[in-house]
């Protein structure tokens, strides 16, 4: 029996190991975009590896029970509801690419964009009515954009890194 049981958590815990070799990757970028962390250097981003590492646990304590759930779409559930409640504590910013938006905006704009959730799914998961979804998403696209001109106008920067 033990020896039945024990191979049984062999091939779950490889299962697992294949899963996070083959998503985590996307899944920090995605976590790092959520969180407005700087990507680089690399392990710039601690809260986004804290993020993802919960929700990974949170996957793999459930691994069993997906019964043909897609373990990705479960694991960035996770994160997009761990991100949510970790949000209210606080909001500091931190210098990432997205770190314009508010967290509610950077959760939509990654869902909907970055990891292409379709606006139902995406309101379903974040409680909020479609017409609220689809406006977000519009809103941080605009902010985005004008970033990005502001940026642009600056002109090329100097080896410093100031405006010339």
Known sequence: MR??????????AQEFESFVAG????LLHTATLLTAEPMRPPGANPRAQRLLT???ACTYAQWDRLRGEDPYDRTRRELAVRFAEEVWHHHRPRG???????????LVLVLRLYEGVAEEQTAALLGLPVDRVRALCNRSVATMRGTRRRTARR????PLGVAR
């Open 3 to 12: 020896e039945r049981q024990t191979g049984r958590e062999r091939r779950r």
């Open 23 to 26: 998503a985590a990757g996307r």
């Open 54 to 56: 919960a929700a990974l």
């Open 96 to 106: 990432g690419l997205l770190d314009a938006l508010t967290p509610q905006e950077r």
């Open 155 to 158: 002109g090329p920067a100097g």
